[in-house]
């Protein structure tokens, strides 16, 4: 039982007109474990290279995040360079080196096969594959993906498409995904190819998130931020956040639904305000609560008196 986490686990290098962060903890996989550490109990399928701290991986079990399926092979960890402009929605990659990353091969321990819940983070559609043929039992599925798995291993995104319950993808890779330019048809155009699809869910970084589903669409604002140092890692926050909350009420009905995507969006906008996962480090679940509160009743209104 319980939430499965598939992703990377990294080494970043960044700068913001904040300041900068020199090889700290980073990786999809990461971002997505801390952030459903608040509401479950994650357990994370990754690898690292020898070069990988071993403090990193008691930070994550600091926050009961078995890290059981997180291997050390010979080699670097997947490492990651990027620049931020003022505009932190704008980023430049400097380098991303795959090192262990490039002969990743998941397999998911005997003791995670019978997780309910599972997150398939950013990686390889190949290797999404893989995890779902080892895994059973299996109740509700998340994906999330990039532009270059879109552009460069389109038919094994579309089996992977063709397995799992709901899909996460910022605007501009729903976009590429079916080539519309209207997200309320790009998120149609998806649910109609995919039948087993549930949910689309189109992240909008600061602007918030968009959930679509055969019945209607919720949404949600950003959170207004006073301190933004580094988003580096949000969108894989609110995914976390997200599969956590719904594996924590074990229940995918349209309430939970909601409430999850509120709990993804508290999650992540705490990610920005600082490097890597410190602000994780110092968080804790009465802050989470108050944040959820907060995008709860900036959301709601009197009916209008027509």
């Known amino acids: ?119 398939l983070a950013n990686i390889d559609p190949k290797l999404q594959l893989k995890v779902l043929d080892q895994c059973s039992g299996l109740k509700f599925t998340v994906m999330d993906t990039m532009n270059y798995w879109i552009e460069n291993t389109r038919e094994a995104l579309d089996r992977v498409l063709g397995r799992v319950d709901a899909v996460l993808l910022n605007d501009e890779e729903a976009r590429m995904l079916t080539g519309t330019p209207v997200l309320q048809k790009a998120a149609d155009s998806i649910l109609k190819s995919f039948p087993s699809m549930k949910i689309v869910i189109i992240k909008k970084g600061e602007h918030g998130a968009m959930m679509f589903s055969r019945e209607g669409f919720f949404a949600l604002p950003g959170y207004p931020l006073d301190v933004v140092k580094d988003p580096t890692g949000a969108g894989d926050s609110f995914a976390g956040g997200f599969i956590g909350w719904i594996s924590r009420a074990d229940s995918t009905d349209e309430v939970t639904l909601r409430q999850a995507v509120a709990a993804g969006s508290a999650t992540a906008s705490f990610c920005c305000e600082d490097f890597s996962v410190d602000r994780f480090r110092t968080l804790d679940s009465s802050e989470l609560k108050r944040r959820a509160a907060s995008i709860r009743n900036c959301t709601e209104f009197a009916s209008l008196d027509w």
């Open 1 to 119: 039982m319980g939430l499965l986490i598939v992703g990377t686990v990294a080494l970043d290098s960044v700068e913001t007109p904040f300041g900068k962060a020199d090889r700290v903890l980073g990786g999809s996989g990461t971002f997505a474990s801390f952030a459903a550490s608040f509401f479950s109990v994650p357990k994370l399928v990754g690898v690292v290279g020898e070069d990988f701290p071993e403090s990193y991986l008691e930070l994550l079990r600091s926050r009961a995040v078995d890290t059981a399926g997180v291997v050390k092979e010979k080699g670097k960890t997947f490492y990651w360079a990027g620049k931020y402009e003022t505009d932190v929605n704008v980023r430049t990659t400097l380098t991303t080196e795959l090192n262990v990353l490039q002969t990743f091969n998941p397999v998911i321990p005997e003791k995670f096969r019978d997780s309910s819940y599972l997150f």
